[in-house]
């Protein structure tokens, strides 16, 4: 523990926190006898099981301090390696908003070991975002939820949700990406069981020797390769015998309790035919996490004007709901969700979940970030706004959805999928 203080207070005068090391029982009455004045800090408990460490922003510090207690309690019971600390806020009632840039987190003290391998973080911001990064990094199944602080309630994991789900991953690009997502599912508390990789490049035989080595999933070959997410989502659709359809992007990461989270909600909800949740980024250019919340009432904020309620990625579908909107648009690589959320307006009752339940990686490199197809290029722009043009006419009853811009476009070409 001394070469940790050692090393850190080289750069004292630079950080805006202060590393605390101190007992559970020792934080405690500090916190009751508040003999810690308000700011940032990084406290490092040291118990005979596990030491951990509890990084506190000055803008959560009265809210966490009063409740650290059932916060350390969920951290223990839950067995996690990373709790993300959210600050508790009302969602957005008509489109996706950024909220805060996350600084509270309590998290395995090897994770800051290894942080300071490399780095001395000089913000409270780093530090999170370096912490959050190692693990997010890992395949060997760490245990990561995020939580509001005024959220701490366990699921209901007594539901068996192997026949119910199938989980949909088109993959292209690194496949460590696609590793480390699979490793997190396999250690969710409740794995579905149906869960399917969809290979949209040219096959080598380091797909072949993840396939045969990682868990007993389906993977399968798109054939011609490069075709985009959708492809392979269409297939999902139509070839999947389960109630609902679950979506996962291959470089994004569930938290531990995403699946039980999504399938009690499917449970209770029964007339809900699609939801999503909010959205936790890492943010790897920025190098920042971001908590991102949704409406929790996504038709009724489509009905208000066409916007962006819901982060396809994080759904869960009726597969008898998407085949009567008619699936997803093929014809290109990138937005197709896009246009099949709006058009779902017209066919389905649609949600999102008050929870953070998934973990989006923004990186260099992917579909939103190249500069051919990224957020805010030309074609994306004009495609927006064709859409929503329609969306409204449609609305109004100035046009049919089988004449417009948001009906299903499919390639002329037949895929063939290969079982690896």
């Keep these: 523990m001394r070469k940790i203080e050692n090393i850190i207070t080289k750069k004292e005068k630079l950080m805006n926190y202060k590393l605390v090391q101190t007992t559970l029982n020792d934080l405690t009455n500090m916190f009751y006898e508040k ?24 803008t959560s510090f009265s809210f966490i301090s009063q409740k650290i207690n059932n916060i350390i309690k969920f951290f223990e019971d839950q067995q996690l390696d990373y709790l993300f600390l959210i600050e508790p806020k009302l969602p957005p009632k008509d489109s996706a908003r950024n909220d805060e840039i996350v600084t509270n987190a309590i998290f395995k003290k090897e994770y800051l070991d290894e942080i300071i391998k490399y780095d001395q973080p000089s913000s409270i911001e780093k530090l999170c975002y370096l912490s959050a990064k190692s693990i997010i990094d890992k395949k060997n199944e760490p245990n990561i939820m995020a939580r509001s602080y005024e959220d701490l309630s366990c699921p209901n994991s007594s539901y068996n949700l192997s026949r119910e789900f199938t989980v949909i991953i088109p993959h292209q690009g690194d496949l460590n ?42 993977y399968r070959a798109v054939k011609p390769f490069n075709l985009g997410p959708y492809v392979a989502r269409n297939h999902g659709c139509q070839e999947a015998n389960s109630q609902y359809l679950c979506f996962q992007d291959s470089d994004d990461i569930p938290t531990k309790d995403r699946f039980i989270e999504l399938y009690n909600y499917a449970v209770q909800n029964p007339f809900v035919e699609m939801a999503g949740c909010h959205e936790l980024r890492i943010d790897e250019i920025q190098k920042k996490i971001i908590a991102i919340r949704f409406p929790i009432e996504v038709t009724k904020a489509l009905c208000k004007k066409a916007s962006h309620p819901l982060f396809f990625p994080t759904s869960f579908v009726k597969r008898n709901s998407i085949l009567k909107a008619g699936g997803f648009s093929t014809v290109r690589r990138f937005a197709s969700d896009s246009q099949f959320l709006l058009r779902a307006y017209f066919s389905m009752n649609i949600r999102n979940i008050d929870k953070f339940l998934y973990i989006r990686r923004k990186r260099q490199g992917s579909l939103t970030t190249s500069e051919e197809t990224r957020l805010g290029s030309e074609e994306r722009l004009n495609l927006d706004k064709l859409w929503k043009s329609d969306f409204e ?28």
């Design 393 to 420: 006419k449609i609305k109004s009853g100035e046009l049919s959805l089988s004449n417009s811009s948001l009906e299903v476009e499919l390639l002329d070409i037949k895929p063939i999928f290969h079982l690896i």
């Design 35 to 58: 003999q810690i004045l308000e700011g940032n800090y990084v406290f490092i408990i040291q118990e005979q099981n596990v030491d951990f460490c509890i990084v506190i922003s000055v």
């Design 177 to 218: 990406y696609l590793d480390i997502c699979l490793s997190q599912m396999h250690n969710s508390m409740k794995t579905p069981k149906n869960i399917w990789v969809y290979f949209d490049e040219e096959i080598r035989e380091e797909h072949i020797s993840l396939a045969s080595q990682k868990f007993s999933y389906v």
